[in-house]
């Protein structure tokens, strides 16, 4: 089945430690995206990436960074600098150039700092 | 203008009453109005869309109002049922953008 894999489902971060979130999908789409999401902020995008080996910023790409190396993924790090990193992180994908039409969620990360 | 408004932020509804969530936007170049449906620790499913050429779309118990002048959409979820309980999302993009989402209304329907 087609979807988007993502990994871990809980990841737990000691304060200054960067960790990186896998996010893998094998619907062929060529858009990825990476949102995080706090109570009653709804989705906020952080980064997202049209095309293989290019990526723009989001809302709030302040703390993280991406890699778009294949097409199938796009990895998500949460560096030392990203002050308030506990949230949901949620990746998706789509076919670019349609707006958000075919949007695919995977099932999430929740990162928590300990 | 890239700003999407969602209310109530959260809702209670008995089970078989009739549900709303209101949605407006600033943008006039959006052109897809979709509905996502999320459960407690899971990502952010399709429910179901819009595009502005229609007024009214039903899919079983939903239904999206759109009201193009006033710039505004709705979800109307008939015959609410518990299992209906979840966080809804309103989101709108315009063609090779990506979507913006509303804040979210959690929903609960009581048995």
Redesign the interface.
Request: glycine content about 20%; overall charge positive; proline content about 4%.
């Given at each position: 089945d087609g979807g988007?894999t993502?990994s871990p489902k809980y990841l737990f971060r000691k304060e200054g430690q960067n960790v990186t979130l896998s996010c893998e999908q094998n619907l062929n789409h060529d858009?990825m995206?990476w949102?995080r999401q706090d109570p009653?902020?709804?989705?906020r995008?952080i980064y997202?990436s049209q095309i293989v080996n290019d990526f723009q910023k989001g809302d709030i790409a302040e703390g993280y960074s991406v890699s778009r190396e294949k097409k199938e993924s796009f990895p998500l790090t949460v560096t030392s600098a990203q002050k308030n990193p506990t949230a949901f992180y949620?990746c998706?994908s789509?076919i670019?150039?349609?707006?958000?039409?075919g949007?695919?969620?995977?099932?999430?990360t929740?990162l928590t700092v300990v | 203008q890239q700003q999407v408004k969602?209310s109530p932020?959260s809702l209670i509804v008995q089970k078989g009453g009739i549900s709303i969530i209101n949605c407006a936007y600033e943008n006039t170049a959006f052109?897809?109005f979709?509905w996502?449906q999320q459960f407690p620790?899971?990502?952010?499913?399709?429910l179901i869309?819009i595009r502005p050429d229609v007024s009214e779309k039903k899919e079983g118990r939903f239904t999206i109002s759109f009201n193009k002048s006033a710039k505004q959409f709705s979800l109307h979820i008939m015959d609410s049922q518990p299992g209906d309980s979840a966080t809804y999302?309103c989101?709108?993009?315009?063609?090779?953008?990506?979507?913006t989402?509303?804040?979210?209304t959690q929903l609960t329907v009581l048995p």
């Open positions: 988007i993502q858009a995206y949102y009653g902020q709804g989705l995008l997202y949620l998706a789509s670019a150039g349609t707006g958000g039409y949007y695919t969620f995977g099932s999430g929740r | 969602q932020q052109d897809y979709p996502y620790g899971k990502g952010p499913a399709l869309a999302f989101a709108a993009s315009s063609s090779a953008r990506q979507l989402f509303g804040s979210g």
